[in-house]
């Protein structure tokens, strides 16, 4: 731990006097950032005062292989054994400890998480649906748990295919004060 002079300062740290005003104002703007509080220090949005409403996210992870990497994985004929199972717990596992994951992500009560994984000729699409009824929104749990799906789904055929890559993007989240979102290009 460091030691704190008098004035709550740091050792060490600058004696500058700090701005009152947001990071984005020090550029002539607004703060963008509702995480940023009026120092331009990060925080945890308080969403005490906001209704509860019903919220839902879908994300998508996509997991490029070689083609004889996913003609296995469909057989079944890989190394450690129940690949598709193992992924769909991941996911759902990493959806309900994204708070745990994403410093800023609130813990939240969600009521779904579906996974759906389809196979193509190179490659496994993992589609993650959240639900919750709650104050904040559930993208992140979405988007952790294809994540964590497509990781685990490489931990699983890495013996096979070293060179298997992904992405993760958020497809469509319903609810909240921000509205809808739909990606055009799914």
């Known amino acids: 731990m460091s030691k704190k002079t008098l004035e ?8 500058k006097p700090r701005s009152s005003k947001g990071a ?3 550029r002539g703007g607004p703060s963008l950032s509702p995480h940023l ?19 839902t996210a879908r994300a998508r992870a996509v997991v490029i292989m070689e ?7 469909r057989a079944g004929d890989t190394p450690k054994g129940d690949v598709l199972a193992t992924v769909r717990l991941a996911a759902i596992v990493a959806a ?4 745990d994951i994403v410093p800023l992500a609130h813990p939240i009560r969600l009521t779904k998480v579906a ?3 389809e ?23 979405a988007m952790t748990a294809a994540a964590a ?38």
């Open 24 to 26: 984005g104002e020090e």
């Open 149 to 186: 799906g497509a990781l685990t789904l490489y931990d699983m055929l890495k013996a096979l295919d070293r060179a298997m890559r992904f992405e993760v993007a958020l497809l469509e989240k319903t609810g909240g004060k921000s509205g809808d979102f739909r990606r055009p290009d799914p």
């Open 37 to 55: 509080d009026d120092r331009g220090r990060v925080h945890m949005v308080d969403v005490g005062a906001k209704a509860e409403t019903t919220r």
């Open 115 to 117: 996974v759906e994984i």
């Open 119 to 141: 196979l193509q000729d190179d490659r496994a699409v993992i589609d993650v649906t959240t639900r919750a009824d709650d104050r904040t929104g559930v993208e992140m749990e």
């Open 67 to 73: 083609r004889e990497t996913a003609r296995r994985l």
């Open 8 to 15: 709550g300062k740091k050792a060490g740290e600058s004696k």
């Open 96 to 99: 309900k400890r994204t708070p």
